[in-house]
């Protein structure tokens, strides 16, 4: 780069200069330029507002509140509890806190790295395409080995499955996420790598004043001054997720420079409870009905009040704010740009519209027909017992790469399936079984209301794997469709043309 700046100068010194010398001089400039700039590092990054939707387990069952964390682009693990800038190639970190992170010292927050929180895994190309309880257990013990040998060693950390470190691996088999996300600077980010990593991370978790939602708000706040608040009137004086995350929310569309949009991540489709969508305080009394029977009986008078309040001011829909303002995810790990917010076919393009969707599940019902009349399934019914069955029946393992399998003994011999998103037909995998897991799995996504349904850039992936499934099956409906384009079946040779 030196030497060409140095022969720029050569020939822009010259006092005349020819028609072939100008176009010289013009070509290496810009030629610098485009060099210079394909150098450089990206100049932003971002920081999100992750809201976890809420499981059925401890307080969360009665609140419905889900949980909180922050998302970093830039700023990646040197540790589970130190912060430091990423390196070309890594996407970026998951920082949370807890009551009990469950560690041999009383830590305030763990960062995981990004692709380990949504999917127990570094690499996205191996993130599974089922979910289990038996085989996050087995991701949380490698994560475990690899990450937190310094800092995890009585039973209380590396057997007690209280110890919410667990959390931070796979989080998206036991719920829905959302993150909304706006872009930073890298001065803000070193800024607040030093704030975190000079500051003691000693736990002082409390439910009332210093909650998991108070630490993000915190943590946001560091960045954007003011930006995320509590609700104290429709969260009874708390702060919760679904606050942070609805006044950051307005913040940012406040500042149209800081580049708004939302991604989300669906629960892995498997044997797992389904989470629920967060809510307020005054949103849970108003729309569960163990609370709004009581009301109705003993305080009726404060009702309507409760109802006019979440109406009025706490109303707030993360699907929504997706659908509004989509994020172009590649990958399902990393924001590459902004779509166009106000263009209808982009938004289509990310959460699908009610007419794909029901073209796709029209085109199921056929495929699962064609896969009954060939002996592939019995029936309806075994799809929808099938993860069941499945887990029940098999041993999950991951390979030193990180892909996950399914072992399982039938009938007096040994057979494996592919887990992950790129080994479903690798060498080894079982394609009947795998055939028999993606209907499964296509079926319930299908079937599954917006928050709970991975987004049409994620599916239109999926479906493209069914095809390949079929094509070893010999099922013909399948992999001669393209919703949008064929409407109609026409038969054709059943040989396989794998």
Known sequence: MRKLMLNIRELTGR???TGQAVGTVAFAIVLAFLLVCLASPRAYADV?????ESLDSSIDRITGTGHSAVYFSRICAESPVKLRLCRPGEQGSVMSNYINIGEDQPFEWNVAPLNVYLYG???SRHRTIFGSFKLKHVLEERYRQRYLSAYCNGPSCTTSLKAEWREMVAATFIRSIYIFVVDTTVEQDKELIAEFNDAPNKNHFNGVTWNCADFTRHLINTYFPHAANPDYVND???TTPKAVARSFTHFALRQPELNFRVMHF???????????EVRAGTEQLYHSKKFLIPMAIFADYELPAVAATYMLTGRFNPEREFERHPAMVKNTTHIRQQLDADSPDEQARSAGTSSQWKEYRRTLDSIVEEAIQDGIISNHKELDHFFKHFDDAGTPVVDEDGASWMEIVENGRSIRVGLSADNTFSQGSDPQLAYKLLLSRTQYVLKSPKHRRETMLEFKQDWTTLQRA????AVTFARNFIPGKDRHYTPISNGDDD
């Open 470 to 473: 079929s094509a070893k099956n």
């Open 121 to 123: 895994v570094e690499d």
């Open 236 to 238: 009874f004086g708390m």
């Open 266 to 276: 669906a629960q892995v489709p498997g044997t797992i409870k389904r989470s629920s």
């Open 15 to 17: 006092r005349l200069l």
């Open 48 to 52: 999100g507002v992750v809201l976890n």
